[in-house]
């Protein structure tokens, strides 16, 4: 599990080291106020539809789907090793979420509903855990699951710029979000 350690590591380095949060605050809100002048109201509506589903109960019945579907296909082994992998996911990321406690961006106008803290992006990590996770349980490997792989990066990317688009999560707390989603079910998966 070397590239989740290292994303741990690197989030409370970078957090606590105030010469790049400083630098990294900035970048940040500088993004989301450039995102906010592309704001329009049908696009504003989509991008809260696309939050709303991939969060809460969204992501719950993702995940419920993709068990069920491994469960029906007898991929006992995945399940297991979803489930690991689903715990390991969130021991350690609430681990950095409760010693980050990092607040939601300021400077732009937040036009969505949002709880808790915002590192790294719970919700963005889920999607990206079950996306992520559904292509290693339910495509077979060679060029099925690489085109699952792509299909599901540009899913991700949609729901996370929606998030960012709404102003309900910093850049780079996506991009941990991101990280840790994707790299749990893959190392874990290789582990087995």
Do not use: M
């Not at 696009?43 to 696309?50: E, G, H, K, P, V």
């Not at 491994?70 to 399940?79: E, P």
């Not at 390991?88 to 732009?108: A, D, H, K, M, N």
């Amino acid at each position: 599990l070397p590239i989740s350690a290292l994303i741990v590591l690197a989030a409370f380095d970078f957090s606590y080291w105030s010469a790049w949060l400083g630098a990294g605050d900035r970048a940040n809100v500088w993004l989301l106020k450039q995102l906010a002048t592309i704001r329009t109201p049908w696009f504003t509506d989509l991008a809260n539809a696309i939050k709303v589903a991939g969060s809460g109960w969204g992501a719950t019945a993702l995940g419920v789907l993709v068990a069920l579907l491994t469960a029906i296909f007898r991929r006992w082994r995945h399940l297991l090793v979803l489930t690991f992998s689903l715990f390991f996911l969130e021991t350690v990321g609430g681990w950095i979420y409760s010693g980050l406690s990092r607040p939601r961006p300021y400077g732009v106008p937040i036009i969505a509903s949002w709880g808790g803290y915002s590192a790294p992006s719970p919700p963005v990590a889920t999607v990206a855990f079950f996306l992520i996770g559904a292509v290693y349980c339910l495509v077979v490997p060679g060029r099925p699951r690489t085109w699952a792989k792509y299909a599901v990066a540009v899913l991700i990317v949609i729901f996370s710029f929606s998030r960012l688009y709404l102003a309900v999560d910093h850049p780079d707390d996506v991009l941990a979000g991101i990280a840790l989603g994707v790299a749990v079910p893959i190392e874990i998966g290789r582990a087995h």
